[in-house]
């Protein structure tokens, strides 16, 4: 279980997965293919897990439920959990 303070309030909640914040050798940067006769989208990659990443997507691109990611040499099928502003959760 992992406890988080937002905002002042205490938030339990039960993930099946570890976060973690990419370091040292892995790139933060990765690209969304939305279409491949559409221009990629560059986003950052905030945290991840074996299940899924919170991703901050770069200007104002709109972004579908489903899409590709590349990120350090992997292309993984993400679908849209949450998203609030340029910031979204995607799981694998």
């Known amino acids: 279980m992992i406890r988080a303070i937002v905002r002042g309030y205490t938030m339990r909640e039960n993930r099946r997965f570890i976060r ?3 370091r040292g050798l892995v790139s933060k940067v990765a690209t969304i293919i939305v279409d491949p006769k559409k221009p990629v989208i ?3 990659v905030i945290d991840q897990s074996a299940g ?3 991703l901050e997507v770069c200007g104002q ?3 579908p439920k489903k899409f590709i990611l590349l990120h350090a040499g992997t292309r ?3 679908k849209v959990v949450w ?3 340029r910031r979204l959760g995607v799981s694998y």
């Open 52 to 54: 899924g990443a919170c």
């Open 76 to 78: 993984k099928t993400c």
């Open 83 to 85: 998203q609030v502003g």
């Open 61 to 63: 691109a709109a972004i």
């Open 42 to 44: 560059s986003c950052n």
């Open 20 to 22: 973690v914040a990419p």
